[in-house]
């Protein structure tokens, strides 16, 4: 080959095909664990590993009931998208049931706050990308522990069943407009009761330090 034909060739640019994305109106969930720093630097390296493990398995649990699909794991959060805003509120209720019987029954003082919204995104690649998924993420940011927020358009499209605040309007973080959200009332008290599998069952707190706390 001559050097033109190899300078010629090698500043062609390459035209490689666009991925493909279909628009779908789906209701996002992100999780997130509550002051997650103090925790690990109160446990140590690896018993926080032990109780990370042990959300990460309980909250897939939740998604796999509920229909759930995880399209992003953030180290202490996860974001999953489902096809109705109403199994979406019903995985958040059930995950937040499950935290809230490990922390009586063992000692598992883990606390999540979830953030809910309904609007359509684009799905590429195996993941999903846009507005509302943004809007998801800063639902969860302005939420408490144990507390889930949704979107009063996630709220109504998944037709009742739950019992909420009165809506209000929030300003989230480097969006331009206001959103209207409500707080579901304790997870504890509402929503369906679920059993998960047994291989997600919270560690078990022991007192003795050296035996290793979040492992039985």
Do not use: K
Not at 97 to 106: D, E, S
Request: net charge negative.
């Amino acid at each position: 080959m001559s050097t033109q034909a190899v300078s010629t060739a090698t500043s062609q640019p390459e035209h490689n095909p666009e991925p493909s994305a279909d628009r779908r109106r789906l209701a996002i969930m992100v999780t997130d664990i509550v002051e997650s720093t103090p925790l690990l630097v109160a446990l140590g390296d690896d018993d926080w590993l032990c109780v990370l493990h042990w959300h990460d398995r309980m909250l897939r649990a939740a998604f796999a009931v509920t229909g759930g699909r995880e399209i992003n794991h953030m180290g202490d959060g996860f974001c999953v998208v489902f096809e109705h805003p109403l199994a979406a509120l019903e995985c958040a209720v059930l995950i937040q049931q499950q935290l809230a019987a490990g922390r009586r029954a063992r000692g598992v003082e883990l606390h999540v706050r979830i953030g809910i919204q309904w609007a359509d995104v684009l799905e590429t690649s195996g993941t999903c990308v846009g507005r509302g998924v943004h809007e998801a993420s800063r639902i969860a940011g302005i939420t408490s522990a144990d507390e889930i927020v949704a979107s009063t358009t996630a709220f109504r499209a998944a037709g009742g069943g739950f019992s909420a605040s009165e809506p209000r309007a929030v300003e989230l973080r480097g969006l331009p407009d206001p959103l209207e959200v409500v707080s579901l009332a304790s997870p504890c008290q509402t929503g369906p009761q679920r059993r998960l599998n047994a291989h997600v069952t919270a560690p078990r707190y022991i007192s003795n330090r050296q035996e290793s706390p979040w492992r039985q």
